[in-house]
């Protein structure tokens, strides 16, 4: 069986500054949501003391982090009304979103945001309006009202083809009204998007990796679904499944972009085990951890 990494896969700098800023802090820290969307990262930093609340009223240390997601200046206000100290851990690029979507409303355009509604990302972007509409499909574009100008901006993690499309959409729409589009898809996302289509294309199972929450995660599987038929979503390599690679004889390997490199790893030696030993049943292909863990170590030396 030959293993196929894509181009570009993996966590992005905005996720690792955020996991080193979280980890480097001095002091008891505690990050308000889920700093990234992945429960190994989650697990990795309460291990680390790192602790992680839903809600301003359950903190209980001095200092609260941002998530990388960002929040809204409302929310940032909150916290700070509360005399806590804020250490912001927002990506750079969900700040380029964020002065975006003020920019169009500074010139006069309706805000109307690409992504999911509930999403803390999008959360962020819009506490702050005074006046918005969030968009994902068709559908909720059908459903907007006319305005003189719209300001199409996007959650960082959407395919920009779909954002090029709902915005296009919005023209058909509304010929007498001026569209303005700013790309605010992150890079990762786009690298991560357009190499998962070209290692779907070569693979006849695809293994995409990341958070069982996780935007962009969800993502790359619906990219690598157009073009392959076999794709799996796992968030460890305990997840994998022999019987999914049966008589495969090219598997792909693509991650989100929070999915640490040693998950990557793990996945990876795990599927090196069916190729030596294809015909084993699940006991016998999975290895206790720590066997694991050392069968890792040596293939990394």
């Not at 355009?109 to 509409?133: N, Q, S």
């Amino acid at each position: 069986m030959n293993i196929l990494r894509a181009s570009h896969l993996g966590m992005c700098f905005g996720v690792r500054d955020a996991i080193a800023l979280a980890l480097d802090h001095p002091g008891p820290v505690t990050v308000l949501g889920d700093l990234v969307h992945n429960e190994t990262v989650l697990d990795d930093l309460r291990s680390h003391g790192v602790r992680i609340a839903q809600q301003i009223d359950a903190v209980a240390t001095p200092s609260v982090m941002i998530t990388a997601h960002g929040a809204s200046q409302r929310a940032i206000a909150r916290v700070r009304e509360r005399g806590l100290k804020v250490l912001e851990a927002t990506c750079p690029l969900v700040h380029f979103a964020h002065r975006a979507v003020s920019k169009l409303v500074q010139d006069g355009f309706h805000p109307v945001i690409v992504g999911k509604r509930d999403h803390v990302e999008v959360r962020g972007i819009t506490e702050d309006l005074a006046e918005f509409d969030v968009v994902l499909t068709e559908e909720d574009v059908a459903r907007l009202a006319e305005r003189p100008r719209f300001g199409v901006a996007a959650q960082t993690t959407q395919p920009i083809d779909h954002v090029r499309k709902l915005a296009a959409l919005i023209s058909k729409r509304f010929p007498r009204s001026e569209v303005r589009v700013v790309d605010t898809v992150c890079r990762p996302t786009k690298q991560r998007q357009t190499a998962a289509l070209e290692l779907s294309l070569r693979s006849e199972v695809v293994v995409v990796i990341g958070g069982a929450n996780s935007n962009n995660t969800r993502e790359l599987v619906a990219a690598c679904a157009k073009y392959c038929s076999r794709v799996h979503h796992v968030q460890t390599a305990g997840d994998l499944r022999p019987e999914w690679f049966a008589a495969a004889e090219t598997v792909g390997i693509t991650a989100g972009t929070s999915t640490p490199d040693e998950v990557i790893d793990r996945v990876e030696m795990r599927l090196r085990e069916f190729a030596v030993r294809p015909n084993a049943t699940p006991a016998e292909t999975f290895r206790t951890q720590e066997e694991h863990e050392h069968a890792l170590a040596v293939h990394a030396h």
